[in-house]
Structure formats: C-alpha cells, structure tokens
Nanobody, 119 residues
Framework: EVRLVESGGGLVQAGGSLRLSCATS???????IGWFRQAPGKEREGVSC????????????YYADSVKGRFTISGDNAKNTVWLQMNNLKPEDTAVYYC?????????WGQGTQVTVSS
C-alpha cells in the first residue's frame, strides 16, 4: 500500500549538486521519512530524515555528520514528495540512495537511485 519512488540520481563532478526526489503514497498518520545510502561493499547508512506532520513545513530533521551543511531535506505534503538537495558533492557520496518511510510500526523502502560523484 505504501510505495516510494526515488528519482534524480545521476553523475556529477565533485563539488556539483543534485536534488533527489521521493514520491510517496499517502500515510494514515504522521510518519518519519528520509534517505539512506549504500555504497558497494558497504552497509546502508542513514543520510537524512524528518518527521512529516501533514504540513508544508517540516521540523525534527536529522542529518548524518558527513552531510551536515551540504544536504538539505524538504517536503511538500500536497505533492506527497520529499526532496534531498545535495550540494558540494564529494566522491564519498557515491552510493545508491534509498527513500525510506516509517509509519504504523512498518518500514518502507524505495527501489533506490544511483548517485555517482566523479573525482
């Protein structure tokens, strides 16, 4: 019932920017939503998340230390979409990025979108 679809990944040079999008289905109540990433041979790690409260404004955000000051999460409940603006990208950011949502005690994942940052 709950589905998430990522888009916006691609190939960029170091220092460049990308904006990832996560289109979501409706949730019955408030929920956490955000982004994970997984590089080849590495564990999936949390990047950023926020608490969605049926508002165009979202507080309670989280950012991994490695992306603070460079990435910004935002959302638009009217569009059922969450974005991850990624600036000053580094080769270390190369990974498959997954949209994730947690609601009603259940965890939901998108299919992932590839982000590749060249040196």
């Amino acid at each position: 019932e709950v589905r998430l679809v990522e888009s916006g990944g691609g190939l960029v040079q170091a220092g460049g920017s990308l904006r990832l999008s996560c289109a979501t289905s409706a949730f019955p109540n408030d929920y956490f939503i955000g982004w994970f990433r997984q590089a080849p041979g590495k564990e999936r790690e949390g990047v950023s998340c926020m608490f969605s409260s049926n508002s165009t404004s979202h507080d309670s955000t989280y950012y991994a230390d490695s992306v603070k000051g460079r990435f910004t999460i935002s959302g638009d409940n009217a569009k059922n979409t969450v974005w991850l603006q990624m600036n000053n990208l580094k080769p270390e950011d190369t990974a498959v990025y997954y949209c994730n949502a947690f609601s009603g005690g259940k965890d939901y994942w998108g299919q992932g979108t590839q982000v590749t940052v060249s040196s």
